[in-house]
């Protein structure tokens, strides 16, 4: 299992790399990390927004990493 999310760490990763995405592929968000990565933070107006959505995208992952797996059972006859 991983280790919870900080938002600390996710604000340090937003603050120094943020448009390189860095801080979004620590919270797990591989696509729209790539989509930082490759237009600097949206443009920088992404890397706004982000100060805003942090908090919310840790608590998810957070819940994410907590949660059971989910196991889906097909019966045959």
């Not at 592929?25 to 696509?31: A, H």
Request: hydrophobic share 55%; net charge neutral.
């Amino acid at each position: 299992m991983s280790a919870e999310k900080s938002i600390l760490v996710a604000y340090l990763l937003w603050f120094f790399l943020g448009f390189l995405g860095i801080h979004r592929f620590y919270l797990n968000r591989v696509l729209t990390g790539v989509i930082w990565l490759l237009t600097a933070g949206l443009f920088g107006f992404g890397l706004l927004i982000d100060i805003c959505l942090i908090p919310g995208m840790v608590d998810e992952e957070n819940r994410n990493l907590g949660a059971p797996p989910v196991v889906i059972i097909q019966q045959t006859r």
